[in-house]
């Protein structure tokens, strides 16, 4: 007798569509790039077919790209919430909508990650159905209507990564939340670490770097900053603000040592002031067995388990941060290494989105 869960799962013929504010493996589409290479990695492996379009120049290991000319897209959180929508000459969003105009036909769905207006508004014109995941939290008026026109005319074609970010769009109730994954055999388990504190990510004012710069000035523990430099002026205003902090800004790293660097610390850090749409850096401690001590708010809140993986805090309360750190020695740093293993692995991920595949395609 077949049980029904025997039955090989049709293998897809999928195309996914990038961002278009960077080429794929250079780091400037940030977290969606990590989750297209990803997904398209965990999909190959359970015996779909990927296509990747992106701009030219992109490259991704063995992953087949097809490369698309003209100018990069504006990164939508450089504008403001009013601003028109607006397209460079030769745009190479429109280009790689052009292309696969002209192929569909070959695929069974089409996987969109940009966070941009033009792809929402195509979707009727499509007979091949469109999934759409959202990298970020709402931005702008105009951004919100076209994906919530998306959202009740095409109902679950929406994706996320977490609920408080689909919180921030008027169609939040029609969001599947998919979370995120990472490859675990990248990341060694440390089983202790020196009273070391690290905090990972773009230097910028919505990171807010500096409550993590100030607790370490508070306790007396050494900081290691790990990210790339995005603000040099915001960068220069911590070091001016906590002379006598013992912080150390030591650049940025690719995944292989950052995780060799991650596994020697204490805790992780997180102070984000805006809202994190998800926080990968926050699953690549928990993989190293590193706990999280992070603000309650946006990604990272739904992803520690306070006081089992590390401790959620009041938003923007350094004190709650010199709390937290006082309390470490509360965390058993395996249970940091199997909530990753449960939830944020690439098999544990890819089941979240063939099954969001799979309900787009049995319910047209
Ligand atoms: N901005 N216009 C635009 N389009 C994107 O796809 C985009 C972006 N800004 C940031 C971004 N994508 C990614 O870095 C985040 O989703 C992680």
């Known amino acids: 007798m077949v049980r029904p869960t025997d039955l090989t799962k049709k293998s897809?013929?999928?195309?996914?569509?990038?961002?278009?504010?960077?080429l794929l493996g250079s780091g400037q589409g940030g977290g969606v790039e990590l989750t297209v290479q990803n997904i398209a990695q965990e999909m190959l492996r359970r015996g779909h077919q990927i296509q990747v379009v992106a701009p030219a120049g992109s490259a991704m290991g063995d992953i087949s790209i097809q490369e698309i000319p003209g100018n990069l897209q504006v990164p939508a959180q450089t504008q403001g919430q009013d601003n028109p929508i607006s397209m460079p000459k030769n745009p190479v969003l429109a280009n790689m909508w052009d292309y696969?105009?002209?192929?569909?036909?070959?695929?069974d769905l089409i996987v969109n990650f940009a966070f941009d207006w033009l792809p929402f508004y195509l979707t009727p014109f499509f007979h091949c159905p469109i999934?759409?995941?959202?990298?970020?939290?709402?931005?702008?008026?105009?951004?919100?209507?076209?994906?919530?026109q998306v959202a009740i005319r095409f109902p679950g074609t929406i994706g996320v990564y977490t609920a408080s970010q689909a919180a921030t769009f008027p169609?939040?109730?029609q969001c599947c939340c998919l979370g995120s994954g990472i490859d675990l055999s990248?990341?060694?388990f440390c089983a202790s670490a020196p009273l070391t504190l690290t905090w990972v990510g773009r230097i910028a004012p919505e990171k807010a770097l500096e409550d993590a710069v100030a607790a370490s000035q508070m306790t007396g523990m050494p900081l290691k900053i790990f990210g790339k430099m995005q603000d040099e002026d915001y960068w220069q205003q911590i070091c001016q603000d906590y002379p006598e902090a013992p912080v150390e800004y030591v650049g940025f790293f690719p995944t292989a040592e950052l995780q060799q660097q991650l596994g020697k610390c204490r805790a992780l850090l997180m102070t984000p002031r805006w809202m994190e749409a998800f926080g990968n850096v926050a699953i690549?401690?928990?993989?190293?067995g590193v706990p999280v001590i992070s603000y309650r708010r946006g990604g990272p809140a739904e992803i520690v388990q306070d006081g089992k993986t590390g401790f959620l805090v009041k938003p923007d309360q350094v004190a709650g941060l010199v709390e937290a750190i006082q309390r470490l020695d509360e965390i058993d740093r395996y249970a940091c290494r199997r909530q990753a293993e449960?939830?944020?692995?690439?098999e544990a991920l890819g089941d979240r989105f063939e099954t969001w595949f799979q309900d787009i395609l049995n319910s047209r």
């Open 186 to 188: 990248l990341y060694e």
């Open 100 to 107: 696969t105009r002209t192929v569909q036909a070959d695929y």
């Open 171 to 173: 169609f939040a109730q």
């Open 12 to 22: 897809l013929k999928l195309l996914l569509l990038s961002t278009p504010v960077g």
């Open 284 to 288: 690549e401690a928990l993989a190293c």
């Open 342 to 346: 449960a939830e944020y692995s690439l």
């Open 131 to 148: 999934a759409h995941f959202i990298s970020m939290g709402s931005m702008s008026e105009a951004l919100d209507r076209i994906m919530e």
